[in-house]
C-alpha cells in the first residue's frame, strides 16, 4: 500500500513538474517563412510555419547559469556532458541508442563540433509533448569560418526528460531545424496566405503547439490538366506544356521545362530506355486531374492524380510536382526524383491517404 501511494506521489509531481514547465511569457508565436528544395539549394518561398518559441540568443554558459525548468536544465547538461566526453552523464539524458549509441554519438558531436561548448542556444520550439533546443556553433572549414545549426529533441522518457539529436527519423523537427537555419521572420503586415495545414499525424490531437503551414494556392476541383492550364496562371500553363510535349515526343522540348540539375537527371534516364520503351512512355504517359497549386513563390507545388484516357484515377495515390519560377524562362519542372524535407512532413500528415479531396479541403480556407 505504501509503495502504491508513493509510487502515485512520484507520478503526480512528475505530471506537476511537466506542467509548470509549459510555455511562459517569455514564449510567442512567431512564423518563419519556409526554404524549398530546388534541386537541392534551399529557395526562401513565400510559405510560412507558425512556431511557439521561446528565444535565447546567448552563449551557453550564460544559457545553462540561467536555465530555470527540467527542460532547459536537461538540455544545458546533455551539451556540457557531450562538450566535456562525459560519457556517463551523457549516457543519463540521452534517449537513443543505448551506450554503444550514445557514445558514438558523443565521440560524433566531439569530432563534428570541436567548439561545441562555446556553442550559441538560440530557440526553444514548443512541441506536443516534447521541445526543441536549437544551437549554432562556429566552426572553420578549409580557412573559412561556418556557422553550423543543430537541435536537440527532449520529451518525457522512462526515468525522466531524455533528448534525441534531429536527424531526418524526425521529420517534423528536421523540417523545423531547416526552417530554423534561415529563420527569416514574416514581418507585421505581411499576407501569409489564406490556407494552413496543422503538421501533425493523423493520430495525434492538434493544439496550439501544433505547427501551422501557411500559404496561398488555387482549388481546382480535380480539372484535367489541360483544363488547368487554361486558368490564366502561367504556372499551370508551361505545367501542361512540359507534358503536352512529351507525349508529341519532343524530348528535347520536355527537357527544356526542367531546371538544370533536374534536367540532367532525366535526360539520363530517358537515354538508358530502349526506343520501343521510350516510344511507350510517351505517347502512353497518362494525364493528371489537378486539385490543388500551392504558391509559394518562387515556388508552385501541384497536387494531382493520374487519370486514364476516360478520366478515372489510375490509383489513389496523391502526389505532387515542383515548379520554379525562372525568371524569362517561366515555371520549370523540379525536384526530379528527389525526396525533400517538406515532402516528408506532408507525408508525415497522413492525408494524402484519405484522398485527394479530403486532403485539400483539411487545409480550409
Known sequence: MIDSIRTSLATFLATVALLLSAPG????????????????????????????????MEPLASFAGKAEDEYEKTFAGVMEAVASGDYDAAGTLLGQGGKVGQKSLVDGLRKSFPTLGRSKVLYQVFLDGRRMFVWETNLRVKGSSHLWRRAFVLEPGEGGI??????????????????????????????????????SPP????????????????????????????????????????????????????????????????????????PEVLADYQTGNPSRKIYFRLDA?????VFYQLIDAQGNAIEDTVRWDYLLHDGGAGYLLTNAYAQSQLDDVLAMTGRFEKGMVEFVRSFGP
Open 297 to 301: 513563390e518562387p515556388v508552385d507545388i
Open 25 to 56: 511569457l517569455a514564449s510567442e508565436t512567431v512564423s518563419f517563412y519556409v526554404p524549398v528544395s530546388a534541386d537541392r539549394n534551399p529557395v526562401l518561398s513565400s510559405m510560412s510555419v507558425d512556431l511557439v518559441v521561446q528565444r535565447y
Open 162 to 199: 531524455r533528448a534525441d539529436l534531429v536527424s531526418s527519423s524526425r521529420p517534423l523537427e528536421a523540417f523545423i531545424l531547416a526552417v530554423l537555419q534561415e529563420a527569416s521572420e514574416v514581418t507585421a503586415g505581411k499576407s501569409r496566405g489564406a490556407y494552413g495545414l496543422s503538421l
Open 203 to 274: 493520430d495525434q490531437p492538434i493544439s496550439q503547439l501544433t505547427p501551422v503551414l501557411r500559404f496561398a494556392g488555387r482549388w481546382y476541383g480535380g480539372a484535367t490538366m489541360e483544363e488547368a492550364s487554361r486558368d490564366g496562371s502561367r504556372a499551370m500553363a508551361d505545367y501542361a506544356l512540359a507534358f503536352t510535349r512529351l507525349r508529341a515526343g519532343d524530348n528535347a522540348g520536355y527537357l527544356a521545362r526542367f531546371t538544370p540539375y533536374s534536367q540532367a537527371k532525366m535526360k539520363n534516364w530517358l537515354a538508358k530506355m530502349p
